[in-house]
């Protein structure tokens, strides 16, 4: 097979064109001002595709380019697509969206990405993956090709977060150059316009329990005389912050939990006097660190059941009988009244405290051998507000419990 019988047709978005499937696969490349590497990209993979047998397209899905990069597209047989909402997600999505291809390999137009070997992606999405990501760590990165920050601190961590969060055995869960099925993805509904929907992708395909594979894949040096669009903080961070929002129980439960639980043993440590571990002495300081962390716990364990409920009501999270779903049904069912006796057990502390401090003659207070109790009870009177109100609130996200 010849590079001209490989189906790539140019033509401009919202044009004619033939029905999702005549093609096997569909190369989509976003573009931002890359012509000085653009043509060297869509000729790797039309090469590459003609070398396979494979009937195929490579699709640029142009971001507003203003260096000729839409005329140099046209001009080597890719189909140009225009995308009007800037962001790298966006020139995604609408570049997905338009693939003629049962598969569509994802990658940079920087020259960067191993455009000239899409070969193994392609085998393990015939064999059934649904999502399969290239692992740059396992393919090989050349001198120069990824910052030294990026390299051994940015994917390292947000990789090792996403591995914990999600459960999907990626090693490299930010590269760039992946391949999927078009209609996989599509039905997973994604909506972020910037560069942290690559993390979206993975999230949300591990979350819907797709099928997910990885194979190395090289990165080399871009081709390009100017700075990269990504930014490394501003874009880490993006990254970074989607990637909680889809894991309420890591953001918010988790912690939560752990302020929530290790506050009350210290507390209840402490309540019989003050206590020393080797050099260190704890006391009425720690135990108002300690009712704080109470206090905290309880707000974030809520916060993850409205949000969890929230996110599974929008689509975001796929519903299912999870933690959160559990501990919101049992506040609807149990919290109001759970709140008011501890309240109840809070003015307790306050009334003997009152009654100790009446039984001698309502002396002089000494602070140290009488806060105990009014520390104890403050917490527990904010701890019982907070989940009679914080119940009512997961209730209005738990309707069918009412």
Known sequence: MTIDQVIHVPEQAGAEHDEVGEVELSVVMPCLNEAETLAVCIRKALTCMSELGVRGEVIVSDNGSTDGSQEIAIAEGARLIHCERRGYGAALRTGITAARGQYVIMADAD???ALHDLGP???RLRTGADLVMGNRFKGGIQRGAMPALHRFLGNPVLSFLGRTFFRVPIGDFHCGMRGFRRDRIL???????G???????VARAALAQLTI???PTTLAPDGRTRAPHLR???DGWRHLRFLLALSPRWMLLYPGLALLIGGILVLAWLLAGPQRVGGLAFDLHTMLA???GVSIGVQAVALAVVVHAHA???GLLPADNRMEMRIGNFAVRRGVSIGALVVLAGLGCFGYALWSWGAAGFDELQAVETMRLPILGVGLIVVGVQSVLLSIIVGLTHVDDL
């Open 290 to 292: 300690a009712a704080t």
């Open 312 to 314: 599974t009501q929008s």
């Open 195 to 201: 560069m942290e929907f690559a993390s979206e992708m």
């Open 111 to 113: 020259d960067s990405y």
């Open 213 to 215: 594979d990885e194979v």
């Open 121 to 123: 992606f392609l085998d």
């Open 187 to 193: 039905d997973l509904s994604l909506r972020t316009s």
């Open 232 to 234: 490394t903080w501003r």
